[in-house]
């Protein structure tokens, strides 16, 4: 089974400053295909998970440029720019090459 | 705009049965591989089962195989997942969620509906 790690599992940020967070997998998530099978959920308070990022680093719709993912094969890294207030929550990263696993959750507060 | 809706949750008696059901709204379910995702109380999330888009292949989470059954009625815009022999282990928040359309992530999410296994 492929193990999903995430650090750190708590973060707290001052407004406006950077923000990021690794993800790393047992085993590679690149697909014979050429594409990486690595996503990121933001869940807020009370809310079902959003997605944010998919294939490592496209931005889903509607999702704020200050989000950006990259990485490859076992490394991947979702960065906000610059925290905003309303970015409270819980980012999980999900692999979909072996079946489909969550990483943990980072909790993410303001300061 | 993709709307979905579960309900069916309760408190339920360890070894007895529930079934869910996820309704879909703004959109054809029929296009979509359909799942269920589960989350523990304080918990992270697991996933639990998936159904491909015509209902022709089923795969399931090693912790609930065997015991849990996705389905899915196209007709009725709805996916269900059926629970037998529920175990305390089973206390969750479930979520149904639709596929991408490779299959390859969730896109879009209910609000979920929470099961209580307990004596």
């Known amino acids: 089974d492929v193990v999903v790690t995430q650090t750190p599992l708590s973060l707290s940020v001052t407004p406006g400053q950077p923000a990021s967070i690794s993800c790393k997998s047992s085993?590679?998530?690149?697909?014979?295909?050429?594409?990486?099978?690595v996503y990121w959920y933001v869940q807020k308070a009370g809310q079902p998970p959003q997605l944010l990022i998919y294939?490592?680093?496209n931005r889903f719709s509607g999702v704020p440029a200050r989000f950006s993912g990259s990485g490859s094969g076992t490394d991947f890294t979702l960065k906000i720019s610059r925290v905003e207030a309303e970015d409270v929550g819980v980012y999980f990263c999900?692999?979909?090459?072996?079946?489909?696993?969550f990483g943990p959750g980072t909790k993410v507060d303001i300061k | 705009q993709v709307h979905l809706v579960e309900s069916g949750g309760g408190v339920v008696e360890p070894g007895r049965s529930l079934r869910l059901s996820c309704v879909g709204s703004?959109?054809?379910?029929?296009?979509?591989?359909m799942n269920w995702i589960r989350q523990a109380p304080g918990k992270g999330l697991e996933w639990v089962a998936v159904?491909?888009?015509?209902?022709?292949?089923?795969h399931y989470a090693d912790s609930v195989k065997g015991r849990f059954t996705i389905s899915r009625d196209n007709s009725k815009n709805t996916l269900y997942l059926q629970m037998n022999s529920l175990r305390a282990e089973d206390t969750a928040v479930y979520y149904c969620?639709?596929?991408?359309?490779?299959?390859?992530?969730?896109?879009?999410w209910g609000p979920g509906t929470l099961v209580t296994v307990s004596s």
């Open positions: 999900l692999q979909s090459i072996h079946s489909f696993t």
């Open positions: 159904v491909w888009d015509d209902g022709t292949n089923e």
């Open positions: 085993q590679s998530l690149l697909h014979s295909d050429g594409k990486t099978h």
């Open positions: 294939d490592v680093s």
């Open positions: 703004g959109f054809s379910l029929r296009y979509y591989g």
């Open positions: 969620a639709t596929c991408d359309s490779l299959g390859d992530y969730f896109e879009f």
